[in-house]
């Protein structure tokens, strides 16, 4: 009985022994290798695909940004003209186009005076900020919050200026010109508008014969802008219902810049 | 020998007994078959567990190994003790560099743009903290909005440069961070200097804020496009954008 008994534990201690460690050991080192490599490659493949389908994304919904900032300092002036004064516009409203690998596609900016950019939106979206808080100083309402709230302000004012201007593409049956090129022709109400909030600084009572002056010129700009981008992209020319719309983007203006150029953290006005 | 010896008696007496004392005499042969077996099994589990043994051995040979490169690299660590870099270098604060990028700006007239090729961005925290402190000193607490907008200065800066100088433009938002920091120090003096300007003056504080803001326009708008390429055709319209960025900050100083 006692010889049954000793080989009977001593056969169990060496199974449960050596089976743990020689399962374990080559588990773990090469696992975690297969593991990570498979990883990697997975990854590696989810980020390529992820980076391409972003990449033909991006270039479906925006054309290339590169062409809205080829400008220079001759542009910027002579741009700065037409768009504060449209009047004294003696030329025509009309792209260069130039045919580009079967494509049809336009000039940029530098060779083109009516082409639209972005550089000088986005500077005179920074002046109104700027401007608006010189503004709240002179008036002893300046704080980081209420400017922080005034950079909201404008660039709510730029989305309702982009809605607007699309709406009304798309009511008039054009919906393909590009979406940055409604947000350089929308950015561009900015420059006048920093002008009247200006002159609000420097003398109180010119603002109230500065924002009709610019409400106006704006609205001339958009209605010719918009005439000609109408005119190169729409297929049916429906002019009654053109004009009337077209009517109601440039008294459209009126309110939003005179929402903009008050310059208060008030919601409503 | 002995043992086949052994059994006969057994058989003998059992025979002499009954019936049912064969069945169980019978049965105590077969237990003695048993034995031996596992006592051969036992030889070779005994051998099984010689091997694991083994490899326990070789097993922790690894850890004592690791603790012998361990307790040499420490032994490493200690000798070169004293060789060791200062604890600035080794946090990437470097104070002779930052003294003469400072002194650089300080000169507004003649920028010296080769001190600034390598970025750092240990100085402008430093001007950070000391526009923060002087805000602070004329009473208004804006640590918070003084960083938000330096990071969206910079990165305003970054898109503006980068779009305008096209393929050619090779501007890092670590070097523009840095650029836009180092240059805020007209700012900063600013700040300190209208401790002193009471508050009623209202045109003297405007003209001292329009030369400080001039002076930090012109001293950024020459690194940058000196420090990048493609920048040299577009001076005046990067300027515009410093100039908006550096008017932006002294609307905190002023108010």
Request: proline share 7%.
């Amino acid at each position: 009985m006692y010889n049954n008994m000793g080989p009977r534990p001593g056969m169990a201690m060496p199974q449960a022994n050596p089976q743990p460690s020689p399962f374990g050991n080559p588990f773990s080192g090469p696992g975690s290798g297969l593991i990570r490599s498979g990883l990697g490659a997975y990854g590696e493949k989810i980020f390529g695909s992820s980076s391409e389908y972003v990449q033909s994304n991006i270039s479906r919904y925006f054309s290339d940004p590169q062409y809205y900032f080829q400008v220079n300092d001759q542009y910027v002036r002579n741009k700065l003209k037409i768009v504060l004064l449209p009047f004294l516009h003696r030329g025509h409203w009309t792209r260069i186009s130039e045919p580009v690998g079967g494509r049809l596609s336009y000039k940029p900016p530098i060779y083109d005076i009516n082409a639209p950019d972005l550089y000088i939106p986005l500077m005179a979206f920074g002046t109104y900020v700027v401007l608006a808080g010189l503004s709240l100083g002179l008036y002893g309402k300046f704080t980081p919050e209420a400017l922080n709230w005034l950079f909201v302000k404008g660039m709510v004012g730029w989305f309702l200026q982009v809605m607007l201007l699309k709406i009304t593409l798309l009511s008039l049956g054009s919906g393909e010109a590009p979406l940055l090129d409604i947000v350089a022709y929308a950015g561009y109400t900015f420059t006048g508008l920093c002008l009247a909030v200006l002159g609000k600084i420097i003398w109180g009572y010119s603002y109230y014969v500065l924002i009709p002056w610019t409400c106006l010129c704006t609205g001339v700009f958009l209605v010719k802008t918009m005439k000609r981008v109408l005119f190169a992209e729409s297929r049916s020319y429906d002019s009654s219902r053109h004009h009337y719309l077209l009517i109601f983007v440039a008294l459209a203006q009126f309110p939003l810049l005179i929402w903009l150029g008050n310059i208060s953290v008030n919601w409503l006005f | 020998m002995t043992k086949d010896f052994a059994v006969p008696p057994v058989v003998f007496p059992s025979g002499g007994s009954s019936g049912g004392a064969n069945v169980q005499q019978r049965r105590f042969p077969a237990t003695p078959f048993q034995p031996p077996r596992p006592s051969s099994s036992a030889i070779p589990f005994m051998s099984f567990d010689i091997g694991s043994a083994a490899a326990s051995s070789a097993t922790p040979a690894g850890p004592f190994g690791g603790t012998i490169a361990s307790s040499s690299s420490f032994g490493g660590g200690s000798a070169s003790f004293e060789d060791e870099e200062p604890l600035l270098d080794e946090l990437g604060i470097h104070p002779d560099q930052i003294w003469k990028k400072t002194r650089s700006i300080l000169n507004p007239f003649r920028i010296n743009q080769a001190v600034h090729k390598d970025s750092d961005l240990s100085g402008p925290i430093f001007l950070y903290l000391a526009l923060c402190l002087f805000q602070l000193l004329a009473g208004k607490i804006q640590f918070g909005v003084i960083l938000g907008w330096i990071v969206v200065s910079s990165i305003f800066l970054y898109v503006v440069f980068n779009m305008l100088a096209g393929r050619n433009g090779n501007l890092n938002l670590h070097t523009c961070t840095s650029l836009v920091g180092y240059c805020l120090l007209p700012v900063v003096v600013l700040s300190a200097v209208s401790l002193f300007v009471p508050q009623g003056a209202g045109p003297v504080r405007f003209v001292l804020a329009a030369l400080f803001v001039l002076w930090s326009t012109r001293a950024c708008s020459t690194l940058v496009v000196s420090l990048a390429d493609g920048g040299e055709e577009h001076r005046g319209l990067i300027a515009y954008a410093c100039f908006l960025i550096y008017t932006l900050f002294s609307l905190l100083v002023i108010f």
